[in-house]
């Protein structure tokens, strides 16, 4: 009878055979005699969980990646046709403030209103625009950077109560957001280490945090343990032929993947699909080992959980959606929809405009309601020809 190594022995049996099962299935303690006991149970349920986490994951890169293609090829040629009516529009001003016939105020509103949309299209990389924006514009693109710059230091500074280092180069008020942000990451994470040690040097540790510290660090070996089994039976020099090598070398790469990431679901997988160990001998495991096995299942579905929320806020981020929607096929339909739609109007009306701006008694009655427009709350930058 083929030999079934026990999942925490120093020496595994190597094997040429490789069970293709891979679910988590397979893992889940069962019954010896007449009912799981809590810790087992626990165990299975962590198990669901991850599984569950893991295809949760799947779902969302996929929905990802099928609506992606969908959503450029909609809303990439009404966004270009938007930015080639703004580009329009600016020439239209341009040449319009060229010539007589408006009031001050009307020059002023007009300028702004060019300099506000040449912004619009200096952002998609439209070099052309920086020289109509200087033009009508008191203030230079470079003054203005400058001084985005400097009041983002300025508030960054403030909240810091010190002044920011120019180790590394602060020209943007991006540059200057991203290493304040740094530097207060940096901050918290020294009030948090001064509180800890004060709390260390108050009192001696109590019975429980020493448990959980002995619980971690018999976590960590039995992970270590896990993949330096793995290491010694899947090593390719132990293998009798080119077609085991390939194998070997195939699981090898696996598992150094899954301990990198502390996957210790996807390790113990490997083992049963290599045969080094089975369903019996996990079921089998003391309670000790269960305990630790437990501890580095929770941390896992902690690290899943985390990266599962950062997955679904990346795409809401990418495809509009509202910080409280749930990330589902229904609702990225629906929020494209609803782009698309308002690109068109949008669309039809700046369309229309431009074709009645020749007229001057619209044009200044147009300038009028831009005026009024600007004072009200602005929706979306692509929302007619608000500014």
């Known amino acids: 009878m083929h030999h079934q190594s026990d999942l925490f022995s120093n020496e595994i049996k190597d094997t040429q055979r490789q069970n293709p099962g891979n679910s988590v299935n397979a893992l ?11 810790g ?9 969980r ?3 986490l893991k295809v949760q ?13 969908m959503y450029h090829r909609i809303l990439t040629p009404l966004r270009e046709r938007h930015s080639t009516c703004v580009r329009e529009m600016v020439f239209l001003l341009d040449n319009r403030l060229q010539r007589k016939g408006l009031s001050v105020q009307q020059e002023r509103i007009a300028a702004a209103i060019l300099c506000n949309l040449s912004m619009q299209l200096i952002a998609q990389g439209d070099e052309e625009m920086k020289a109509l924006h200087d033009k009508h514009s008191s203030e230079s693109l470079a003054q203005k950077e400058q001084s985005a710059m400097m009041d ?20 943007t008020a991006q540059d200057v957001f991203r290493a304040g942000m740094e530097r207060l990451r940096e901050v918290e994470a020294a009030e948090q280490e001064a509180r800890q040690q004060a709390r260390t040097r108050k009192r001696s540790p109590s019975a429980a945090q ?6 971690q660090e018999v976590a960590e070996t039995t992970l270590r343990k896990v993949f330096r089994q793995l290491v010694s039976a899947l090593h390719p020099d132990r293998a009798s032929d080119s077609d085991e090598c390939d194998r070997k070398t195939i699981l090898m790469s696996e598992a150094n993947a899954a301990y990198d990431r502390r996957d210790l679901v996807t390790l113990l997988q490997i083992q049963l699909r ?18 630790a096995l437990t501890l580095l299942l929770k941390q ?13 806020h990346a795409v809401r981020q990418e495809f509009d959606l509202k910080s409280y929607e749930t990330v589902s096929v229904a609702n990225l339909n629906r929020s494209l929809r609803v782009e698309e739609s308002s690109l068109e109007r949008n669309l039809i009306t700046m369309r229309q405009d431009l074709q009645q701006l020749t007229d001057d008694k619209f044009f200044k009655r147009w300038l009028k309601d831009q005026k009024r427009l600007s004072r009200e709350p602005r929706v979306d930058i692509f929302d007619d020809w608000q500014y």
Not at 28 to 38: C, E, V, Y
Not at 40 to 48: H, S, T
Not at 57 to 69: G, T, W
Not at 300 to 312: A, D
Request: proline share 3%; glycine share 2%; hydrophobic share 40%.
């Open 40 to 48: 087992q149970q626990r165990f299975n349920r962590l198990l669901e």
């Open 210 to 215: 020493l448990q959980a510290k002995a619980d």
């Open 152 to 171: 983002m230091r300025e508030m960054m500074e403030d909240m810091l109560g010190e002044p920011l280092t120019d180790d590394e180069s602060l020209e």
């Open 300 to 312: 896992q579905v902690r690290e899943l959980e985390s990266e599962l929320e950062q997955q679904r």
């Open 274 to 291: 290599a045969e080094l160990t089975d369903t019996a001998s996990i079921a089998r495991m003391a309670d000790e080992q269960i305990a």
């Open 50 to 52: 991850i599984d569950k």
């Open 28 to 38: 889940k303690m069962t019954a010896q005699h007449d009912q799981l006991s809590p």
């Open 57 to 69: 994951l799947i779902e969302v890169q996929v929905m990802r990646d099928a609506h992606r293609p």
